[in-house]
């Protein structure tokens, strides 16, 4: 990978793709945890509507977040924006 025309800190997407990797993988432990509340309270009690309402919000916006970082991470490893970082030049 040093060797390639691209680099390995030449350009921008290689260093922003492995960091959106890092701070979604610190993350996703804070979504397992969303997803364990909402086990353990449809495991103790029949659910309606009311009970899981804000985390229900939660769920959806966290799996829409993951889906945007995968969705980001591989247009930039597909297209390879020009930005040149200073190492690069």
Do not use: C, E
Not at 26 to 42: C, E, N, R, S, W
Not at 45 to 71: E, I, K
């Amino acid at each position: 990978m040093l060797g390639t025309t691209w680099g390995l800190f030449g350009h921008d997407w290689v260093l922003t793709t492995p960091a959106l990797t890092v701070v979604v993988t610190f993350l996703l432990p804070l979504h397992t945890q969303v997803i364990g509340h909402v086990a353990d309270t449809a495991s103790r009690s029949s659910l309606s509507g009311s009970h899981l309402g804000g985390t229900r919000v939660q769920l959806l916006f966290d799996a829409a977040a993951a889906v945007v970082v995968l969705l980001t991470n591989r247009a930039l490893s597909l297209y390879k924006p020009r930005g040149i970082t200073r190492p690069g030049w």
